[in-house]
């Protein structure tokens, strides 16, 4: 179920704010000093051509290219693999169940391999475009015991994969306590996100037990330190 190795970043592409060549531009420069192991694909609010995107990007680079998706009008076949996320902090019954009811079919018809993931979404400091579209609220950062209960019945459900969003562009990032909890409590592959600047920053949370760490933002707007 969860088919990659050892720790690693993933680089996230939102076709909406980036030229797919710019994009491995700038990848090239973050490869350079970090072991960057895949791209996640996806947007929030997508206006562009996120398939004709994949495509290019997909031309471009020797990567896994996996599907973040924001909604189900986002899949095509040319992803490696999914994230087939449940947005549990939520109780939006649409991103619990109902976005991944209408992609299911596509996805068997297109035969992608999908990586059930638990989506937790930790308050970040700002209101990010994920509570907003999602029409959620953030668990409260400091309830560190919330988010475990979260994860931990991610597991019982079957989950392979936890993921602790602080959203994207958030100003913290998910808190390390919470990271190492997770990851001990559930003992699931775990990816980190949201708010992540530098690679400092990447080495405290595969320190803390994340498995993948996403950075976004910041190589769209050049702030990443690396
Ligand atoms: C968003 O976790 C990702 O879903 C990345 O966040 O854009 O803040 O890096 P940033």
């Known amino acids: 179920m969860w088919p990659f190795s050892g720790k690693g970043v993933w680089l996230l ?6 030229e797919p060549e710019d994009f491995v531009e ?3 420069e973050v ?9 996640l694909v996806g947007s929030s609010f997508l206006e562009g051509d996120i398939c004709g995107a994949v495509r ?3 031309a471009l680079l020797d990567l ?13 076949g040319d992803y490696d693999y999914v994230l087939f996320l449940s947005l549990l ?13 209408r992609a299911a079919p596509l996805i068997k018809r297109l035969g992608l ?5 638990a989506y937790i979404l930790v308050e970040g400091g700002t209101y990010t475009a994920t509570e907003f579209v999602s029409n959620t609220k953030p668990i409260p950062r400091e309830k560190t015991e919330l988010i475990v209960a979260h994860a931990l019945a991610g597991k019982y459900m079957g989950f392979a994969a936890v993921y602790l969003e602080a959203g994207s562009g958030a100003i913290l990032s998910v808190p390390l306590e919470a990271v190492r909890r997770v990851k001990e409590e559930t003992g699931l592959p775990l990816i980190v996100g949201g708010g992540i600047r530098a690679s400092e920053e990447v ?9 993948i760490v996403v950075i976004g933002t910041a190589l769209e707007d050049g702030s990443i330190a690396l």
């Open 203 to 211: 080495a405290e949370f595969h320190d803390a037990g994340a498995d």
């Open 89 to 101: 902090s939520g109780r939006n019954p649409q991103y619990l169940i109902g976005e991944q009811v």
């Open 26 to 28: 700038r990848l090239a």
């Open 31 to 39: 490869r350079a000093k970090l072991d960057v192991g895949g791209v």
């Open 64 to 76: 896994p290219l996996i599907l973040f998706p924001g909604s189900h009008y986002q899949l095509c």
């Open 56 to 58: 290019r990007v997909k």
């Open 13 to 18: 592409y939102d076709p909406d704010r980036l």
């Open 113 to 117: 391999k999908v990586i059930p993931t």
